[in-house]
């Protein structure tokens, strides 16, 4: 039972190339989400899924998309990146989607630079 | 607009004494409140949570109290350990809201000296 994993660890891009986050559960989690971490501002939500097929806007959707085609997988894609997208990026998910004794399980983070 | 605040970014504390650590909300809908703790090149690990029907909740050295009237919560940890230094953040769910979203607010960098 390998929890969350995250798919690169680390990546360093040039303005304007692109790439894609996988991120996988084995939990059989309906809910993923996608949070970026930035210094002083904690974690705040790009997009989330409530189940396979499905994709909503977090705090910080620009820039970025989001596919849920497995409900095991969770992809992050940023199609032209910037410097402003340099960031850790962390995978969660969890069973019941914030209801009363729910928790998320993070995966262990992508340090994405853009240069 | 931050719905949840963590004012403090850094606390130091001795060993053996208590850390305390706040937390403030804005939105009146949040009934459920949680606790992550996060080391360097980690993601976050669950701690500590307690919803709005109760007004304290405790593990083992881990307390968490709820002012809801303030709309305030705070960690208590008691006695504070080494290895409890870390990042310290809070979360917040709406739950009867339907938008299965936590928010969490900017963390608190915690030391804890031996």
């Known amino acids: 039972n390998a929890g969350v994993t995250q798919t690169p660890k680390f990546r360093v891009l040039k303005t304007g190339q692109s790439m894609t986050l996988l991120c996988a559960q084995d939990?059989?989690?309906?809910?993923m989400y996608w949070y970026r971490q930035d210094p002083g501002m904690g974690l705040r939500l790009i997009h989330y899924?409530?189940?396979?097929?499905?994709?909503a806007k977090g705090e910080v959707p620009d820039g970025y998309n989001v596919s849920r085609l497995k409900k095991q997988n969770f992809l992050l894609g940023l199609e032209s990146a910037a410097p402003s997208q340099t960031s850790v990026y962390f995978c969660a998910s969890t069973n019941t989607g914030g209801w009363l004794g729910d928790t998320q399980y993070f995966g262990p983070g992508t340090r994405l630079t853009v240069l | 607009d931050q719905q949840v605040k963590q004012n403090s970014p850094s606390l130091s504390v001795q060993e053996g004494r208590i850390s305390i650590l706040n937390c403030d909300y804005t939105?009146?809908?949040?009934?459920?409140f949680l606790w992550y703790k996060k080391y360097p090149a980690e993601g976050p690990t669950f701690l500590i949570s307690i919803s709005s029907i109760k007004d304290k909740n405790e593990d083992g050295r881990f307390t968490v109290f709820l002012n809801k009237s303030a709309k305030h919560l705070s960690l208590h940890i008691v006695p504070s350990q080494p290895g409890d230094s870390a990042v310290y953040f809070c979360?917040?769910?709406?739950?009867?809201?339907?938008?299965?979203?936590?928010?969490f607010g900017t963390g608190t960098r915690l030391k804890v000296l031996a």
């Open positions: 939990m059989n989690h309906e809910y």
């Open positions: 979360a917040a769910s709406a739950t009867t809201s339907g938008t299965y979203k936590y928010i």
């Open positions: 899924s409530v189940g396979e097929g499905t994709t």
């Open positions: 939105n009146s809908m949040f009934d459920y």
